[in-house]
């Protein structure tokens, strides 16, 4: 969308930056302060690690409920995996696509089996590995409901297609079928340069 500034009957076509000089728009991601938490458009994140030229965020409050799928604990081939690709759309249009930062999810299983290998992300949910070495920065935020990872407790190797892994509002990993309707939180990674004015 392109803006205009009209004086005179003359058309002139305004930059974001001229925008924001002008006080008519606010940038579209800012941190906190003490760079803890990251706003986008209307959504708050939190800061799970800042690296310089990127910025990993966990969505602070969930994007919706919802079951992982109907009928596979596979993170790849999940319903929930789609749903964050339409997120990952709205959040391109906000931050730019070329700012997001297509990232690999390791999808081993709780148990240890790769089966289900890997896949690639705009958008996605945290592992239970993630989840592990970033909990003390997300409990400072007391998240108070059920929500899912995307690691499933086992495979059908072990007769497992059921399970997958979540997080209770106390911050435990456990795991519950994917049929349930749980919280979905996106993780995602950006280049920093949204972030500076």
């Known amino acids: 969308m392109k803006n205009y500034l009209c004086i005179n009957g003359k058309k002139s076509e305004l930059t974001k930056e001229q925008l924001k ?17 990251a706003k986008i458009g209307d959504y708050e994140f939190i800061v799970l690690k800042n690296s310089g ?5 966990l969505l ?8 992982f799928d109907s009928n596979c ?20 249009e906000l931050v730019g696509e070329e700012n997001i930062v297509e990232h690999t999810v390791d ?3 709780d148990d240890g089996l790769k089966c289900y290998g890997s896949c690639d992300c705009r958008v996605s949910l945290l592992t239970a590995q993630m989840y592990r070495e970033h909990v003390y920065k997300i409990d400072e935020f007391k998240l108070d409901c059920w929500w899912w990872l995307a690691t499933a407790y086992s495979t059908p190797k072990h007769n497992d297609s059921s399970w997958v892994k979540c997080v209770s509002p106390f911050g435990i990993i456990d795991y519950f079928s994917y049929d349930n ?4 939180r996106p993780f995602c990674i950006l280049k920093s340069d949204i972030f500076k004015s």
């Open 21 to 37: 000089q002008l006080g008519i728009i606010t940038p579209i991601a800012t941190l906190s302060d003490d760079g803890k938490i």
């Open 53 to 57: 030229d990127t910025v990993e965020l």
């Open 60 to 67: 602070k409050d969930t994007l919706y409920n919802k079951p």
């Open 73 to 92: 604990n596979n993170f790849a081939k999940s319903s929930l995996r789609k749903c964050l690709d339409v997120f990952a759309k709205e959040l391109a």
């Open 107 to 109: 999808l081993t299983a």
């Open 181 to 184: 309707d749980y919280g979905v």
